[in-house]
Structures are given as structure tokens and as C-alpha cells.
């Protein structure tokens, strides 16, 4: 018999004769690099404080991947971790769907190289891109193949390299970002209701207001695109602060509203994690008490299309989601994107299995990396290290012939 509560809510696709199966999240998993870049550090690359950065964004730390991490390999640690939850071996998963931005290349998919990095040589792979909505579009693009039956199990990991596009030049982006990865697996368990509704959308007449224009075939990768610095993440942060709100209350209330549910019966509310004055706008204009809220952004920073698995795993860890526990996952991104999950939690919140899988301990510290990736981005020599050698950086660049 199932452990689980009554069903207190309405099943908003019944309404259109729905005969799919349900969805439900068996198993997560997470993965965050070893090195820790806090506030102090950044403060000896670029003209920022500790009390700049956290009284306007709430952030202290976020981790940055080494020069040999890449956005698959943190993904299939995160996809690792999370079969181990579910008990899932790699020849059962039938799909994976990897939502990110920073993708070790523009074509083969993450999603195929994680697929081969996990040995899953039975899944079909692609990748799906809506920036920090990305995972919560996933996981909805996910479930319809479970309801369709399709598929029997689906793998969606949420993974970012974002250091690998930060501008480490400016102040108000490069403080804001981290790498890492979360990851779901979905199947049909019949004694629980799952993924309850989504809610999508986007506005493309903003698409500007956060991007990253060079790479594509409008701007291709030439000197001058570089030049211009095109190949980094641009952001009015004004404005995007702005519509992430509205968005992401706007996405919040339809999905309640759908499912004909109210926010004291929302157990835990896991949000994107781009900055705590967000989250706590979302919360006071939605009517959520903080203390329902999961905040992680404070340690991790905005990790894009993986802060809400990351999140999610955390709340996990502290005990924040129980057996049949209502969950709320509002999520905001670049396209404009957003979207608003809910979630019934299953009977189970402790792993079946767990995974150790990791790289090897690095060298060097955190600091050390942000240096690299500033003096190998900056032909200008305006990292620290170029900054404090004998010979800046630009002197060493070949002469354009």
C-alpha cells in the first residue's frame, strides 16, 4: 500500500481526456567542482568587494572547473550520481536530454557525449537549450515521452561550464557565475502522481538583454569578434532582474492555479538560483515564506540550467523534501525563457546506491584557474598575472600581418 498522501490536487490534463502515465523523478544527482572561488579571491582580479558582491547578489562563493573539466564530464558525474539514486544501469536509460549553454561544442550534443561517457549505448541523446529555464524545460520535454511511452527511462541532466564564457574583465557579470551540474531520472511509477504541470514561455523581443553574440553564424569567431569581446556573456542586469521576477511569480501562480493548489501546501519551493534579492522578490510577491524557500546561490553562484537539480539535491540532503512533499521549481533565463515546475515527491528520499565518481584531486588553487582562464582569454595582459610580469601579455601576441 502506498505511503503516500491522498491526492489533494487536480490533475490538470484530465480535463483533455488524458490517458498518458504519470511521471515521477527517481533519482537525482549532483556535481560541483573542487575549486572554491570566493569573494576575497576575486577581489585580487577585478575592482569588486566581498560587500559589493554579496549585499547585491548574496553570493560569497561559486566553483570553477579546471582547464580539463568540460561540460560533459561534469554532467555524467552528476548522471552517475543520480542513477545510483534510482538504481539505474546505464543499458536501461532509453533518452538523455542535456539542457545547457555551454556545450563542449557547438555539434556533436553534450547529450552524445555523455551518452558515451556513461555507456548508455542504447539512449538517444540531444541537447536542449533555454538557458537558466533549461532544466525545468527539459525535465517537461522528458516526461512526454514517459506519458507517451516512448520511453521508459529518460535521463536529464542540467550541466554548465560557465567560467569558459565569463568576461573576467567586467565586475558585473564574472561575479556571479559557476560550473556545475545536476541531473534527474524519470520513469512511470504507478503509486506516485510525480511531474504535476509545467509551465513555459518565453519572450524573444528581449532576447538582448542576456546573451552571448559571438559563436553563432551571425557573429562567427573571427579577430574582430573577439576583439569585441562578442564570444563572452552580456547582460543588462536591471532589466533582467525586472522580468525575472514577474516571470518567474507569473509562471508560479499558473502552475498553482492549474493544479488547483495554493501555496501553504507547498512543502518546498526550489527556484533558479541567479541572486538572493531575486529569490526573495519571487517569494514576497508570490506569498512564499523565505523559510520554504531552498537558497543555495550563496555557495554555488548562478550555475544557469543546473542550480535547480544542484538545488534540489540539496534540499534532499537536509531534509527538506519528505515522502509525498509538494514541490514548486520557478525558473528564469536568457531568450527570454522561463517556467514553473510542480512536483509531487515520491515515496523514496534516500538513495538505493550512491557513486564516488570524481576526477582526480587537482593542483593549484582556485585563484591560480581564474588567472589562467583570464591571461588565455585576454590578449590585452589585464590579468593579474599579466598585470605584476615584467613584459605584459599583448607583447608576447604575434603582430596581425
Known sequence: MSSLPARDFTNPRAKHGFQGRTC???GVGAYVPERVV???????????????????TGIRARRIAADNEFC???AARAAERAMAMAGVTADQIDLIIVATITPDMPFPSTACLVQHKIGAKRAAAFDLEAACSGFIYALEVGQQF????TSECVLVIGAEKLSSIM?????????LFGDGAGAAILQHRPESHGLLTACMGADGGKAALLSQPGGGCRFPATRESVDQRLHFLKMDGKEVFKNAVNAMCTAAREALARCELTVSQIKCVIPHQANLRIIE????????PMERVMVTVHKYANMSAATVPVS???ALKEGRVRPGSLLLMPGFGGGLTYGALLVRWGSRVTPLATSDAAFPPLTGTALDMVNQIRAAQDPHGRSQQGLTAPV??????????
Not at 576575486?42 to 549585499?55: A, H, M, Q, Y
Not at 514517459?146 to 511511452?149: E, L, Q, V
Request: glycine letters at 2%; proline letters at 2%; hydrophobic letters at 40%.
Open 24 to 26: 515521477s523523478v527517481t
Open 38 to 56: 570566493t569573494n576575497a579571491d576575486l577581489e585580487k582580479v577585478v575592482e569588486t568587494t566581498d560587500e559589493w558582491i554579496t549585499s547585491r
Open 72 to 74: 560533459s564530464d561534469l
Open 146 to 149: 514517459i506519458m507517451s511511452r
Open 167 to 175: 568576461d573576467w574583465k567586467d565586475r558585473t557579470t564574472c561575479v
Open 281 to 288: 522578490a519571487v517569494a514576497k510577491y508570490a506569498g512564499i
Open 312 to 314: 534540489l539535491v540539496e
Open 392 to 401: 605584459f601579455a599583448e607583447a608576447r601576441v604575434p603582430a596581425t600581418r
